[in-house]
């Protein structure tokens, strides 16, 4: 039995990448170690002779094994999935030899056709049953987090360049996809791009869109998921950096405020206004320093029309909001602290955070005391800036979590009711996005991912929450991975037994040769296409992308 893991440089930048590397190995230990006990426990309880249990695959040699009675357990140098090899099945080890003996009583092969069944099942069924505790505990504790649809519309939704190729339009809201919609909103996106029909509220007009395969390609190709964002309020946006070369009028920490003789409430709104004006002359309406100013433009036609092309934007986010959530550097252990609130500087109180970036971007290689506040005591501290201008910790912002994130603090019983149900639903959404990928007009297959593509989109630092509710996740993915009927993986193995169990036939061990060598040919070229795609995009990121 295996399982098979296949999913839909300074010194920080190491530690980053370790932290994720150690997040990957962290997340697979689990679900491989408890997708196998789903195998070994049935397998010694109907007294089937286990002869290995492996963590990850030892493909040449193990890092470590010791024999244990009947069955030698060991850790294989590869991450890729690991394995239980019963006695008298034809496995992915394909050793035939023994089943040229006559069946032995411990021997798989001699079990009933409901045991076998069961065994082979055991796997899946663990994984269901662990994203049921996790989400379970997580629900009963921190409580159901997610990104609400209704709040993060209420004034409407921003789309991309691909997004409105596609047909939307900056402000529309999303009424419903295929007659119903999903309050959580990462998987509302996801629900769009799977979609047969999407209806939309266009300033009060019901409009109905249809995605086709090509508009989807380009969705997948290029923003992927954040093809559709909230629309961000106009007066937040300051100008950070000038691109253009006509922008002389502008200056970094304008605030962006509107275009010619019109003042505008969202960013969007800004970029179609700019995209209108190609080849024209506009004045820029902006706040600099408590006082509006405009400023002439010349839209040029080299540029695509957004504010992006003619000046790098940020957003303002009050400072207030953030905590300390991880002290990755060395030179500020023991002086900063996770959850420390940092409040100022030298006495003098900080409004935005981009204050604060400039602040220590001016003290590079100094030390500076910071103003913070640690369990609910101020107190001040001396942190060394490092060359970069960095302190070299993370912040959460508890403003932009938040804003669009609801919180349903559940009791235990409540939380075992939504924990079936969320994992329900990551089934059925797994399902969808298999027949998405199913559909090579769409290139979706180009979006799998093996561990190495996974470790690369975690997270830099470590966030308990996040791995388990990621854990949760994936053990699912995992669940309908192994489920599919092809000969290699428990779905297959699964098939042939219950198709024995209707008709009373079984098919001959050299026919199951046969085919289970087909099946890994097939898995491990899927494998060798995965893995090389996403060690290809490293290459490419690292050694000829231009910075």
Known sequence: MKTLLLCVYNSNQNMDTLIQIAQIIFILSILVVLHEFGHFIPAKLFKVKVEKFYLFMDAGFSLFKKKIKDTEWGIGWLPIGGYVKLAGMIDESMDTEQLKQEPQPWEFRSKPAWQRLIIMLGG??????????????????????????????????????VGMNAGFKNGDKIISVDGQLQPKFNWLVVDVLLSDEIVIDRNGEE?????????????????????????????????????????????????????????????????????????????????????????????????????????????????????????????????????????????????????????????????????????????????????????????????????????????????????????????????????????????????????????????????????????????IGLAFMNLLPIPGLDGGHALFTIAEMVTGRTLSEKTMGYIQTGGMIFLLSLMALTFGKDIYEIIIDNFFKKV
């Open 207 to 475: 409009v109905k869109l249809k995605l086709n395969d090509d508009q989807i390609k380009q969705i997948l190709g290029t923003e992927g998921k954040g093809f559709i964002k909230t629309r961000t309020d106009l007066n937040k946006v300051y100008v950070d950096s000038i691109i253009a070369k006509n922008a002389v009028g502008l200056q970094r920490r304008d605030v962006l405020v509107g275009i010619n003789n019109s003042k505008l409430n969202f960013y969007d709104q800004l970029n179609d206004s700019l995209k209108k004006n190609i080849n024209k002359e506009v004045n820029l309406i902006v706040l600099r320093k408590g006082q509006e100013v405009k400023v002439p433009l010349k839209v040029s036609e080299k540029f695509s029309g957004g504010m992006d092309s003619i000046a790098g934007i940020d957003v303002l986010v009050k400072f207030e909001n953030h905590f300390i959530e991880d002290v990755a550097s060395d030179h500020n252990q023991g002086i900063l602290q996770d959850n420390d609130k940092i409040v100022g500087v030298k006495g003098q109180k900080l409004e935005y955070y981009n204050d604060f970036t400039d602040y220590l971007g001016s003290h590079k290689g100094q030390k500076v005391a910071l103003d913070i506040v640690r369990n609910n005591q101020p107190m001040t501290v001396e942190a060394q800036v490092d060359k970069k201008g960095k302190l070299g910790v993370y912040f959460n912002d508890k403003l932009i979590n938040n804003e669009y994130v609801t919180t349903n603090h559940l009791s235990f019983t409540e939380s075992v009711s939504a924990a079936v149900k969320e994992s329900w639903m990551m089934f059925v959404y797994n399902i969808k996005q298999f027949k998405l990928i199913l559909k090579p007009k769409t290139q979706a297959y180009k979006q799998v991912k093996s561990p190495i593509g996974i470790t690369r989109n975690l997270p830099t630092h470590w966030d308990w929450e996040f791995v388990w509710n990621f854990t949760a996740m994936f053990s």
């Open 124 to 161: 899946i069924t663990v994984n269901i049953i662990l994203a049921w505790f996790i989400y379970t505990v997580m629900y009963s504790t921190v409580g159901q987090k997610f990104i609400a649809t209704k709040k993060i519309q209420e004034n409407g939704l921003s789309f991309s360049k």
